[in-house]
Every structure is written in structure tokens, then in C-alpha cells.
């Protein structure tokens, strides 16, 4: 049904098989249908609790603007239908006797009362603006004492309400007032310079009861201006007043809907008046309660059906695992020594593979011995070429114990090499060592087209058997060229001399082949890397001398004595050169020269008298490693600069020649004497002392006056501009060119060309 990734365990491998079914057949429709709850019938959920929000917001509002529309109506009637402008022509008579000023006042105060009956008013007078009247449905008496005795407010709070008591007023809500929020109204209507004003005190918690939505899910509501102001509020707390959003209640006069923090602000505009709106803080944890059971019952839903997958996966699983449980516990008691049932796979996989570990436990030690074989093989050969095995009969009887095949007579030659290691070769570690051997063993094989047996027989010594075979005709000096090259490759890690040992015809007289193959090696001289010894007798040795005559031992110290220590070096090359010649063997060319460094060694120990046993051991190891005379050459060189230092102050002199040479070739570089003084392990400051002492000038007048000596060759020589001069001898720009031309010449380099064109 679905491709699955290998089980360390069958009982997983059920458990997630039955479990896919489970989800496809069950699960995927669970998945589908809670999506589409939560989705679909959510989203339902809430488009009815936002509309039942509005519906809400509706009503309560068309209600408070009804009661608030229906004030506004009265105030407006008192005023249309008073007398006050008959009672503005009295006002100014305020005797005892003007009846008819006080039938007026009798009649608004009559009013007034008839104002005062709304459940919404507590108190209703009229203020005149230009006398000093106020007139309330108890009495009537002049602006001071009323807000003093009447209608008691402090300096403050006069003075801020009398200032809003200017321009044309139609129900205008000023600052709550305590429990009361006075409302404003001008008479006449229609001017900025009124005469009167109504003033109608709203009662802050019947306003409130108003205002008040009595739905758990509404968290508050309030009355709010375009300004950010709160006329009424019911359920808000102080924080809440104080974080509305300046723009969400001075915001679009339609219906608006906000979420902020799990809370939901919904700001409608009045009817009653355009610059006031209506806000209802709701609380969207509650509003949206059935939206969140259904969700939770959604997920708790796929989440029971997730688990009785589980459930009911397991248990099918664990039934059909049951059986090759039993036959895993059996095959517990019967393990083979050495078998792990549970190094890796599935209980199946352990099964079967602790059927086959009967079968295989011989196939693997017969591969183990096979391995060991080639070893064991190459032993045995070693023993024969040393001796140790030198009757047909013990040969023969070892080879079928360890079976070994050969031809008892068959030509055979011994190839002895023998291996000079190079310093890379000593880098390697034992390991790299052993594979580099074990890949040459198996290039030669590859190479050499004659059947061969190789046996290294000591840690620098490769013995190598070549089989005569009668078909290829190809003699041991044919196979040596073959294995010449081979060895070549390998000219990085170690030189090379081949031996070839006379040829014989059984295994038991291979020892007299070998031993003659490791003495011809002896008879390699200085011209190769690999170099090939063959005789079938040795020959006789070149007639050179492998030692110093007493004339020429005396010459070498009366050289030393005399400080003549070139000399000394030349001497040495010169009965090196002359053994090379005369075509004796390295054996001979190595005890000529062992004997000059010990003539060396005595000379310089007749001044020192402090012989260095140590040292002078590892100058003779030093010389026995070169295998050529351009090895022997170096050789000799370096151990002339250790025995015979030059002197100090030669040295010293050939240094700064040395300094000198390098800034005449690179005046057009940046020379740094630090980088000078570092090289000559100097400070700075000795450097310069000692470089005025040899050169006879400081350091850096030197380098400007060769610098400039070279400008003036271009000056004259050449057309090239003033700047490309300066770079062209070292200088980074014109002007320091021309100002350190101008301190030595005394004139600009213009000038100098000018002069001498």
C-alpha cells in the first residue's frame, strides 16, 4: 500500500502497516470532516455572534437615541413655547410691582417643572446671558447667589461653566459634573449671540441604566464625542477609559468593528447627533464560547480516533507477532558461540540469520586461514633462502602441511633487493609503511611476466624468486630491467640496488642463490637510484685505495693549519671525483670518504679539545645514507660548513653583499629594513649600525641615492613622465619623488632633464 523504511523490529513493521490502513480508511475521513467543523461550521458561528452583536448595538442604541431625541424635543418646546421673549423685554425691571415680570417667571417655572418630569433630567433652570437672572423650576434670583446657595459650584468650576455659555447651543453635552452631565440649548435658535440658555442636568446613572446591555458576553459600553471625550460609560474600567484609541472613536461615522487583545470594539454613530457614537466593548472569549467548544470537541474528536488507531493497531500487531515471538525465545537456548540474534534487523531477520550462522561458521575460518596462507607461505620461503630448510624431504613435508605447491626441479634465480630509504619514506607510519610494501609486492607481480615468489627477508631487504619458464625465454637480467622500473616509481621513498644470484635448479639450494645475490649488491656504484649487480662470480674489485695515505692525511692538516679551509673542501670532492672514475664500488667510494671525515674530525679537534661523540657519529650516518655522488657531494658541503664555519665577520660581509645585491635588483619595491634586520636575526637599530659600518652609508640614504641614480638614467634616457619615473624606482607618488630629488640634487627632476637635454 506504502512503501515503509526497514524495521529494526517485524512487531513495529505490523504495528505501522495496520496503523497506515487505519488512516486511510478511517482516519482521512475523521481528518476531512473536523476541517470542515472547524472551518465551515466555526466560521458560522462567528458571522452569528458578530450579527447578533449588531442586532444588539442596534436596539440599544435606537433606544438611548429615542430618549435622548425625545429631550431634545421638550427642550426645544419649552423654548418655542415660553414667553421668554416677553419676560427679555420685563427683565430689566425688577421692581415688586411689575406683576406681569413675575406672571412671566411663574410661567417658565411652570415649565421648568413639566422639563424636570423626564426621568432622565434632575434638574432644569434657565441662565440669562445679559442680566443677572437665573430661573428654576423652584425660584427665580440673581447668578450669584444661585451658584453659591442654589446651585453650589466653586470658583473653578463656575468660571468653566460659565465659558461654555457662548454661541448657539442645540443640546450641547458639556463635562460630567459629578453625577450629572449638564446639556446646553440657546434662545433664540438661530444666533451666535443668544439671549438665554437652557440648561438641563442629565442624571449620570440613569443615563447609565440607559446605556447598559445586559449580555454577559458585552464587557462595556459608553457614550464617546469626536474629540476622544466619555459622556457616559457603563462597565468600563479606568484603563480601559484611558487606552481607547483616539482613532477608533473619532473614526468613520459607519458601523465599525475592531479586535484588540481578545476584546472586540464596536463603534456606531448616533442618529440623535453625528458628532457623538456609541461603543461596545465586547468580550470575544464569551461571544465566541460555542465557537471554541466546537473546535475543542473537533480536535478532542480526531484526536480519540487518533488514538484508538493506535489501540487497535498494536493489539492486531502484537497477535501476529506472537507467534515469532515463541519461535525467537526458542531459538534463545540454542545460540551458536559468537551469534548476536539481535546485532541488527527485524525478529524475522534474526531468524534467518541465526539459520545461516551454521552454514557460514566454516566458510569464514576458511577464509580466515585462506588470508593467513600467503603469510604463512611467505615464512616458509624466507626459512629456505636463510638455510634453515636445506633437504628436499623437510621441505616437502612443511609445503603439504601448509599447502604449498612447487616443482621440486625447476630453475630458479634470486633477486635480492635491497632498499635505501629516503627521509619521506621515514615520515610514514608503520601502517603506510606496510601498505606501501604490500603495493610494490603487487606491481612486481603485475609486471614481471614469470611465475615469482616474494619474501622480504629483512626490514630494507626484498627477495624475489623468478621461475625460469621455458616458453617466455627471458634470462634474470630481463626480469631485474622489469623490476627496475617498478622500483622507480617508488624513487620518492627509497633508491634501490638490485642483486642477481646465480641460478639454480631444486627449492633446497635456493640459500646458495640468495647468499650470492646479497653479496653482488655489494658491488653497486654512485651513478643511480636503482642500479642492478649481476656476476655469476664476483668480479675483482676496481683498483682503488679505500683509504688516506699518510702524505695525503698530512696535506689535509697542514691545509687547516693554513686556514685554507676552501681547499679542504676541493680536496675531498676532487678523491670523490677520482673514485667515480676509476669505477669502484660505493662500498669503496663510502670508506675513502669515512676516512677523509675522520682526517677532518682530528684536525679540528687538535684546536677545540672537546671531542662530541654524539656529533660526529651522526656526520658518519649522514654520509653512509648518500647512495649517489650528488648525494656524497652535498654531503660533503654541508659537513665542510659545520667542521670549518666561516668567520664572522667574512660572514658578516658576505650578508649585506648579499643585501646589496638583492636592493640593487629590487630598488623598485618596497624595502623594508625590518624585513632585512629580521633575516640576519638583528634589531633595527643594529642592523642600521652595522649596515653604515660595512656599506659606509646609513640605510636609507643608500636606497634614495641608488633610487635616484636610477632616475636620473631614465630622466636622460628615456621620454617617460615625472610619474611614471617615480614608480618605476620605488616611490609611491610625484611630489615624494620631486622633494627627495630636490633634497639630494638640489634641483627638480623637470629641471635636471632640461638642463641636460
Partial sequence: MFPFPKMTSIRANLFWRHYASYFVLILIPVIVACTLAHFLVVRLIEDDARKLNNVIMDRFTEQTDTELGALKTNMINMLSTSNIRSLLKEAGDSSPDNYQRTELIHALREQLIKLQSDELVSKAYLYFVHYDLVIDADTHTDKAYYFNSRYPLNEEEKTAFISRLTHKKMMNFTEPQGAIIPSLMSYPFNTNTPDVYLVVNVQQDKLHNLIDVQQNWVAGTAIVGSQGQVLSQAGLTMNEMNVLPQQIISGSKDSEFWVRGGKALSLVPSKFDDSWSYLNIIDLQTLMKPAEITRMISWGFLIFFLILGSVVSYYLSRRIYKPIMEIKEGLGSHRIAGGHLHSGGNDFDVIKRYSRLIMSENEQLSQLVNGMMPIVHEHFITKILKGQYRDALSIATYAQEIEFTYSPKTARTVLCISFHHEKEFELLSESSKSFLMAELKERIHQLVPSTLWLCQTKPDQLACIVHQDPFLHMSPDEDANIIKLALQLYGKYFKATIGIGKTVHTIEDLHVSYE??????????????????????????????????????????????????????????????????????????????????????????????????????????????????????????EIHGLLFPVSENEDKKNKFADILTYIHEHYDEELSIEHFASTLNMSIGHFSRTFKEEVGEKYVEYIARYRLKKAKELLLETDMKIEDIAGKVGYWGRNSFIRMFRKYEGITPAKYRTMHE
Fill in 516 to 637: 650470492h645475490a646479497a653479496t653482488v649488491l655489494q658491488l653497486r656504484r654512485l651513478h643511480s637510484d636503482v642500479e642492478i649487480c649481476s656476476g655469476e662470480s664476483l668480479p675483482d674489485s676496481a683498483h682503488c685505495d679505500s683509504f688516506l695515505s699518510v702524505q695525503e692525511v698530512n696535506h689535509i692538516l697542514n691545509q687547516y693549519k693554513t686556514r685554507e679551509y676552501g681547499k679542504i673542501l676541493q680536496s675531498a670532492v676532487h678523491t670523490l671525483e677520482e673514485g667515480i672514475r676509476m669505477n669502484a664500488t660505493a662500498v669503496q667510494v663510502k670508506s675513502l670518504c669515512s676516512d677523509i671525515l675522520n682526517t677532518w674530525i682530528r684536525a679540528v679537534e687538535t684546536e677545540r679539545k672537546d671531542f662530541n661523540v654524539p656529533f660526529y657519529a651522526s656526520l658518519f650516518q649522514k654520509l653512509n645514507r648518500c647512495m649517489t655522488a650528488e648525494e656524497m657531494r652535498g654531503c660533503f658541503q
